[in-house]
């Protein structure tokens, strides 16, 4: 136990002694009883202060800040710091039963105030909000079986610059500053995908490809060890347009390795692990092979908002325990049962440096959820991979949207923003499937009015026809009409009416 002291604000014990573990609590405890040293400002750590307790304020990252907390309550007489649980428990009794516990920091009443925590600080990309758009427009309206490899040549009459159907350029207009996308790399669609990456880069937006994830459950990946095929992946890709020179593509700034990998769990308790850090550990070996610098481009795994807890047991939540086994399984990959290719230093910094943490939600209520629980992880970011607003009026996700790019213009806040789910609606899932588009497909074709062909390593090749877009309602739900508006008032953006139907 180590009787410590806070600047100004605190009243150092005459002792000042230290016994690390606890042992000598008692015997220190009685020497500040009894020599009548002053009530106030006596910190200790590893020490907790059991009972007497008059509230707990979560969201404290400090001591210092739990002290503040203390001082603002007149009521508070004493107090507990619990770091891992970013918790402040205010205590009415002065140093209520005092036990050693390793960790905890607890104290008097300041004497005076304390002074002011410096900020926070989070490895966040920017003053600028992510404002994405997740894109998967297949070109059916109704079902069909089709590639999801958006990034393929074929489908440059829907992405294209004009006369195609420009749909980046409508992504532009809206205010949006990112492209999410799924399956652009290891689906093996033909063609060169840098067309995409380049006129991304032109309009001045940011581009997310995913992974094909469902390839990790169907053969990709013995035993859920993705090494092999992620680094293969990543390989392919830099041939494919995602390198340029020595570095990623300069549109490329996040790689999302998975979508909603936690679904794998019904495959064993810990495989979802061992794919997120095999096929993490696979992307940083095909660097050093390539000689392909990381620069901007981060690393993320896109969650779904599903509960559960940790391998470690040491978090339960939503999203929040799978954070915690990307950290946890870096840190001691053994938790996942892996012993990574890359040097276990080199998948630290990766981590540190350059790991965002993700989330895909369709109800409004996330942002309060993370500023209560997110703390342990700081300091590494986090966004939101698809934000569905199901069932929410134009106002409200006008609004929630709003707020969200206030939080992610503070570089000190761990959030750094959103994509909006998504660019059209998907009208081969049906059901309340199809109630997330921003945009509907008109009756009538536009202008390039087919794609190439559309191939994968799944499927032979076929055209499609390429319709234009709309904001109509059609037979969807009335809610659906104002969602386009709403993300362009929100982000200052727009609807060019020239181009839709």
Known sequence: MLVATFALWAVPSRNNEAAIGGRNIGIVGRRLRDSGEASCGIVEKNVDYVGADLGKRYGVFTPVVCATKCWEEPACTSYTFAKWQGACYLKKGVRPQRKPKRGLVSGLRPCHAPPTPPPRKVYNYSTSPLRGI?????????????????????????????????????????????????????????????????????????????????????????????????????????????????????????????????????????????????????????????????????????????????????????????????????????????TPRTPQKLMEEAYRTRWAHSINVQTPGILGYMKEHYYRFEPTPWFIGEYGANYMSQEAIQKEIGG?????????????????????????????????????????????????????????CKKFPVHCLTTDQGSLPAFVRGRADAVAAAWDGKIDQSRMC
């Open 404 to 460: 969200m790019d206030d939080v992610a213009r503070n570089v000190n806040d761990p959030f750094m923003g959103m994509a909006f789910f998504q660019f059209q609606t998907a009208y081969f899932k049906g059901g309340s499937e199809a109630n997330f588009g921003l945009f509907r497909l008109g009756d009538r074709l536009a202008t390039v009015g087919e794609t190439g062909d559309i191939c994968d390593k799944g499927m032979a």
């Open 134 to 338: 997740a894109y998967a427009p297949l070109p059916c309206t109704e079902g069909c079986f089709t590639s999801e490899d958006m990034l393929q040549e074929g489908y440059q009459p829907l992405w294209g610059a004009p006369p195609a159907r420009d749909d980046l350029q409508v992504i532009k207009d809206l205010g949006a500053n990112t492209v999410r996308l799924y399956h652009s790399i290891g689906l093996d669609g033909p063609g060169n995908h840098g067309l995409f990456l380049d006129r991304a880069h032109a309009l001045g937006l940011d581009v997310m490809p995913g992974y094909h994830t469902y390839n990790a459950i169907y053969g990709g990946c013995p035993e859920f060890d993705c090494y092999e095929t992620w680094k293969s992946y990543t390989l392919k890709a830099f041939q494919q347009g995602f390198r340029s020179g020595d570095s990623w593509h300069p549109a490329v700034s996040v790689l999302l390795l998975f979508n909603e990998l936690d679904f794998f769990r019904g495959y064993g308790r810990a495989v979802h692990a061992r794919a997120a850090i095999s096929a993490l550990d696979g992307v940083l070996a095909a660097e050093r092979e390539a000689g392909v610098e990381p620069g901007r481009v981060k690393l993320s795994i896109a969650w779904s908002n599903a509960p559960g807890t940790s391998l470690d047991g040491e978090v339960t939540g939503f999203a929040i325990w799978a954070f915690q086994d990307v950290a946890s399984c870096v840190a001691k990959p053994a938790l996942a049962n892996y």
